[in-house]
T-cell receptor
């Protein structure tokens, strides 16, 4: 079955870059997503990448996709304390015909 | 309107109570979802409604009963819950299938069963 793997914790200093990694299993996934969850809140879509792209940049966020290795990463430049949250990677398996599969989430702690 | 609204935000209920969680969206989305999320865990899919019909039930116990009265509303009826059912319950919606906008999530209902 589908499985999405992420490292569980990441700690960075304010102003540094953060890189959160994810591996997924379904090579037919059309879209891959990054969601952010702050304490006590729902999941907020941060960004997505289409499977025929290898990079997408959106302000401080850069998404890299290595389709051969099924590896996705999210880089946050100039990390701020407000970026402290849990980040979930998600894939849309079976070309979008089945529900999203979420990774276990990476808890990012930003140290001032 | 680009939001999914969930009510109530917090709910405390006894094991013999009956209560309902509500979810509403006005984005014209035709798929709606219920997720359960325990602390420090990813969301777990419970139910999927597509075009107001239940399309996926992830072997959820019958004490959870979903209902989709119309394309904008999704309810989750709760009865005879157990303390281990305490969790954050998240509703989400999407266009049919998935696309670049993924799912839009509500803020959740924090449920405590006592």
């Amino acid at each position: 079955g589908e499985d999405v793997e992420q490292s569980l914790f990441l700690s960075v200093r304010e102003g540094d870059s953060s890189v959160i990694n994810c591996t997924y299993t379904d090579s037919s996934s059309t879209y891959l997503y990054w969601y952010k969850q702050e304490p006590g809140a729902g999941l907020q879509l941060l960004t997505y990448i289409f499977s025929n792209m290898d990079m997408k940049q959106d302000q401080r966020l850069t998404v890299l996709l290595n389709k051969k290795d099924k590896h996705l990463s999210l880089r946050i430049a100039d990390t701020q304390t407000g970026d402290s949250a849990i980040y979930f990677c998600a894939e849309s398996p079976n070309s979008g015909n089945t529900p999203l599969v979420f990774g276990k989430g990476t808890r990012l702690s930003v140290i001032a | 309107d680009t939001e999914v609204t969930q009510t109530p935000k917090h709910l405390v209920m006894g094991m013999t109570n009956k209560k309902s969680l509500k979810c509403e969206q006005h984005m014209g989305h035709r798929a709606m979802y219920w997720y359960k999320q325990k602390a420090k865990k990813p969301p777990e899919l419970m139910f999927v409604y597509s075009y107001e019909k239940l399309s996926i039930n992830e072997s959820v116990p019958s004490r959870f009963s979903p209902e989709c009265p119309n394309s904008s509303l999704l309810n989750l009826h709760l009865h005879a819950l157990q303390p281990e059912d305490s969790a954050l319950y998240l509703c989400a919606s999407s266009q049919s299938g998935t696309g670049p906008k993924g799912y839009t999530f509500g803020s959740g209902t924090r449920l405590t069963v006592v």
